[in-house]
């Protein structure tokens, strides 16, 4: 068998006319990546896809003939919303409804002994303390409710014994209804994806767009969990995310191997990483927007098709995957002053590569500029500007690239950190995370265009706590209610354990609730919680 691999290696790079150097590592790295298809012939009968011993470079600048202006015609005005309400655009009540629903199911499934049936709020309640929880975070999650943290927002709304019920029972998906064709990986927590997808879909894009990947951390038992060394996360479940430069989200992928949503057709003629890139560029249907995207998925024939759809792309790029580029190797190009670059386009005029040479060595492609206007770069180390050339398509990657670095960033800000191996519990607080995160985004976008100064703008932690305090109250009764004086009466439950009173700082447990309110209240001599709540 390994003979037959080594000839067959041997054939595919000798067919293909590959450098000696490119022989072996290029095989393996495309046959590891999924790639094969982009050695070979994409597509033989669709002239768009060049084959790449046909793909013919020249030592020429790079001209522009198209006009790289951008016009957003998107742009809205709108006053900024409440936290709450923003954070409902992506995680609807219809979901809440579904969770209660399917973790009900789920217990009685399961044959929980004492599990009383949940309800919508008392879900909104436990999604609020776990968001509570990433701004906060406590060593061990049942230090929330010790009497000397005196942390009201735990003790005075749900007891310790049920979160932990209520968490380890969570579920958004009746088991016995999967489908019998099922090939969705998620298909647990896609009710809840799919919201958040409708939302990123609605939201006005931005002129500089990036792909990139992200890691949600996890260590358990899933078959598409996945290690991608250099990451602050090296292990867990990788998305692929179409962000602004904002680092706003506006279109996303969950890998899944050969079962993920990009079409056949697209991994068939560009491979997985091009694959991936042009499936999310189909949310871009307007011309002239730029999109940037790293050396794991930029390929010369996903250029191509950008540019046929009118946008402009640039990214890092393996020369490998380029026919040999007539580009100076790094020993030649070490020899010439710091900032040389050296730049080949392809005998059709419209792929440029650059090879910029500083402290190392960087290979660029696009499809829109090139060397271009070059300028000065700043040097983190010294803080000062450097007087070393930098060619324009390295400037404009730079300045935009970074979007999706920029949302893993503000997600591991507030994280709802969860010591558990169900992945279900994992993707579902990470999705409330990236909602809350977006939501942030777009209310500090509405405020900046309202004119709000930064002092009257809330941060991304105030948000946070803002959106898990409502998600809270959302269970108690509303005011207007709660004080209207209208037929509150108090009835006793038939529970073995008394609960928690739920007004605010009151310790004691009582049997009484609120027919009305449907809260817990005392109700013993020299302790009438029950009237005092009900009076302003």
Partial sequence: MTSQLIYFMYITCFSHNLPLEY???????????????????????????????????????????????????????????????????YVPDVLFDLMSDSTNIYAMQSGTLGFKPTSSGEIRTLIGLHLAMGVMKMPRVSMYWEAGMDIGIFRNTMCRDRFFQLRSHLHLFNNLERPA????????????????????????????????????????????????????HPWGVKMYFLCGKSGMTYDFLLHQGATMEVSEQFKTQLGLGAGVVYHLSQRITEADHKLYFDNYFTTYNLLELLAEKKIHAAGTARVCRFASPPLQSDKVMAKMPRGSCDEAVSRDGKVALVKWFDSRSVVMTSNFVGVGTMDERWDKKQGTFLKVSRPEVIKLYNEAMGGVDLLNQLVSLYRTEIRSRKWTLRMITHAFDLAVVNSWLEYRLDAKRANLQTKDTLDLLHFKMNVAQCLVSDARPLPEVQYDMVDHMPNYDEKTEATRCKRPYCTGKTHVFCDKCNIHLCFVPHRNCFKAAHRK
């Fill in 23 to 89: 022989k072996v590592i290029d095989f393996l790295e495309h046959l590891v990546n999924g790639e094969l298809s982009d050695l070979d012939c994409l597509d033989s009968g669709n002239e768009l896809y060049a084959l790449k011993h046909e793909i013919k470079w020249r030592h020429r600048p790079f001209t522009t003939i198209i006009d790289t202006s951008f016009q957003n015609h998107l742009i809205y005005d709108r006053h900024p919303m409440s936290p709450y309400k923003y954070f409902k655009q």
């Fill in 181 to 232: 064709e099922n090939n969705d990986v998620f298909y647990k927590v896609r009710p809840l994806y799919d919201a958040m997808h409708r939302r990123c879909l609605e939201l006005p894009l931005e002129e500089n767009l990036c792909v990139d990947e992200q890691m949600v951390p996890f260590r358990g038992s899933l078959s598409v969990e996945q290690y991608v060394k250099g990451k602050p």
